[in-house]
């Protein structure tokens, strides 16, 4: 991606997480990124490309932190725990992030055109924490009955509502880290390699 779209898709989020999507002008994103709208329109064709190309950069980003996050893991359930913990950060790029996205999110309720790549991103998302479960489950660290992909959806979808409240102040953030351990053992079943 070429510098300056990156420079205006940060400052899409950055604009996202402080006003929604509603609130996105192209003229006040040109001031955030100190670019101007006629480049933003070169790159971007028009707002719902801007939008969608913005939903596509944060996905991005969530697997960049989550990522970070998964190379001080040490066995097939941590990584779980940390591909999930990854989202619930208090970082100035994970909270815009997760802003942006629950934006984005409901958004797309209204906005037939945003469904499908934020389904897509879902998806991945889904995938790759039902991955990660296989894994525990491959190495004895989680219940081999336990459907993978109905645990990661389950699990994601938490993840998602944990961050909203832990976003607007219903929630501590180490309340909903508690809260989502929790979960994960409740979905695996005990660690039974751990003994």
């Known amino acids: 991606m070429a510098d300056?779209?990156?420079?205006?898709?940060?400052?899409?989020?950055?604009?996202?997480?402080?006003?929604?999507?509603?609130?996105?002008?192209v003229e006040e994103l040109a001031a955030e990124a100190g670019v101007s709208t006629a480049l933003i329109y070169y790159h971007f064709k028009d707002r719902a490309g801007l939008i969608r190309r913005t939903l596509a950069f944060i996905s991005d980003r969530a697997t960049d932190y989550t990522d970070a996050a998964l190379a001080d893991t040490d066995h097939a359930r941590a990584t779980l725990l940390q591909l999930?913990?990854?989202?619930?950060?208090?970082?100035?790029?994970?909270?815009?992030?997760?802003?942006?996205?629950?934006?984005?999110?409901?958004?797309?309720?209204?906005?037939?055109?945003?469904?499908?790549?934020?389904?897509e991103s879902t998806r991945n998302w889904t995938r790759d924490t039902a991955e990660a479960i296989a894994d525990a489950q491959a190495a004895g660290r989680a219940d081999l009955r336990v459907?993978?992909?109905?645990?990661?959806?389950?699990?994601t979808a938490l993840v998602?509502?944990?961050?909203?409240?832990?976003l607007s102040g219903s929630l501590t953030l180490d309340r909903a880290r508690a809260l989502l351990a929790g979960a994960i053992d409740a979905e695996l079943g005990p660690d039974t390699a751990q003994f």
């Open 147 to 155: 459907s993978p992909l109905d645990a990661a959806d389950r699990l």
């Open 4 to 25: 300056r779209q990156a420079l205006i898709l940060e400052a899409a989020v950055r604009v996202i997480a402080r006003t929604g999507v509603r609130g996105l002008r």
């Open 160 to 166: 998602e509502g944990l961050s909203e409240r832990w």
């Open 84 to 119: 999930l913990m990854g989202e619930l950060q208090d970082t100035e790029r994970v909270r815009e992030n997760s802003i942006a996205w629950g934006e984005l999110r409901a958004t797309a309720i209204f906005d037939p055109d945003l469904r499908e790549p934020l389904a």
